[in-house]
């Protein structure tokens, strides 16, 4: 069971962020239901009910983050929405203390659109510069406890427990 802490994420227009991206790259578009901004993956090193005690104990910074501009993480292949809101980095922070785990060198807020498989870098560069104009949604502040599974198809989320 792959177990990660996330928060809902909402693309004002994620229609219109296919439609200039597709031309760009090509991948699989996530579907507009399973958007969310992890926060900290557990994969199974945890069962459900510890997560859940022990995220009941901290007292995280929860509030909305505005989502502004479309980048890639180039050794991974993916491309997300981005934002830099200082209480994802600190929520992130503290969990990872809460679960006694190392947090990433570099921990950037996102939410995952799609994992591509090729880029032509020139028309990304393009768009990803007029998408920077924008506020493109928000991450909303409610956590939830989610499980991802693996499929042929991609991977499936369902929401254990909302906190």
Known sequence: M???LAQAATLYDYPGIQAAF???????????SSLHATL??????????????????????MADAYIKGIERF??????????????LVEGHRMLSSAFEMQ?????????TLMRYKKIETA????????AEAVIA???????????????PAGAVYDTLYAF
């Not at 180039?74 to 209480?87: G, M, Q, V």
């Open 2 to 4: 792959r177990l990660f």
């Open 22 to 32: 597709t031309p760009c790259m090509q991948g699989r578009w996530r579907p507009e």
């Open 40 to 61: 900290l993956f557990l994969g199974d090193r945890f069962p459900p009910e510890r997560v859940i005690d022990l995220v009941r104990r901290c007292d995280l910074p």
């Open 74 to 87: 180039s050794h991974n292949r993916i491309l997300y929405a981005a934002s830099e809101h200082p209480t």
């Open 103 to 111: 947090p990433h060198g570099h921990y950037i807020p996102h939410v």
């Open 123 to 130: 028309c990304f560069e393009k768009e990803k510069t007029t």
């Open 137 to 151: 949604g928000k991450i909303e502040g409610g956590l939830k406890l989610m499980r991802s599974t693996l499929t």
